[in-house]
């Protein structure tokens, strides 16, 4: 039986009527990505396969779009700034869309300069994607792992994979069993063998019509 906190983590921030359009990028074949990391973090591990997995995906559908690791930011001086901003942005809990009353990105974020920056938070929070910049550019905050779910690492695996996912231009699809479900039932990523949750065919679709040729 799920408990009230199971429930909890079954939730995935993203206000996904502001997920990325096919306008914003089309034509933009390679996604500078920059992970800040705390030191010795399983989920840098667990970051670089969800890559993968995508640029597996993206190539399989033929697309030019590739998510390209551009640097790793091991305990960086920004790391206090970037733990308040996600913070800010999970207290919205999804129900303020980017607009000019949300809270500013810290300079140091925008210093990154990556397309995509996956922040690996020390926090208790539920794991997000955040458009900035018109959705050119996403902010992603990934929870802590000393605590469920991301204790187990498919889970960890499959929820970075699922904010990336929303990073791409893919929205919440309702189907638990998979990679883009929302809500989530994160037990349903355990397993001892690594996996990744499957992309459905319209999704698929969908990245064919964002990313293809004109």
């Given at each position: 039986m799920r408990t009230a906190s199971a429930a909890l983590l079954a939730v995935t921030l993203l206000p996904v009527s502001h997920a990325a359009s096919a306008s914003d990028q089309n034509g933009a074949r390679d996604r500078h990505i920059v992970i800040v990391t705390p030191p010795d973090d399983?989920?840098?591990a667990a970051t670089r396969e969800a890559i993968d997995f995508w640029n597996e995906t993206l190539s399989g559908l033929q697309l030019d779009l590739r998510l390209v690791e551009d640097r790793v930011l091991v305990a960086p001086s920004s790391t206090r700034k970037l733990e308040q901003y996600t913070r800010q942005i999970w207290n919205l809990a999804g129900r303020t869309p980017p607009s000019a009353t949300t809270p500013p990105p810290p300079p140091e974020l925008d210093a990154l300069e990556g397309d995509i920056v996956v922040f690996l938070s020390n926090q208790r929070i539920f794991s997000f994607a955040w458009p900035?910049?018109?959705?050119?550019k996403f902010f992603i905050g990934i929870q802590t792992d000393t605590e469920e779910p991301l204790t187990y690492p498919n889970v960890t695996?499959?929820?970075i994979a699922h904010e990336l996912g929303h990073a791409l231009g893919l929205e919440h699809n309702g189907r638990t069993t998979t990679l883009m479900c929302g809500p989530c039932e994160h037990f349903v990523y355990r397993s001892e063998v690594p996996l990744f949750l499957p992309v459905t065919p319209a999704e698929h679709a969908r990245l064919r019509l964002m990313y293809g040729s004109p």
């Open positions: 399983g989920r840098l900035r910049a018109e959705r050119r695996r499959n929820v």
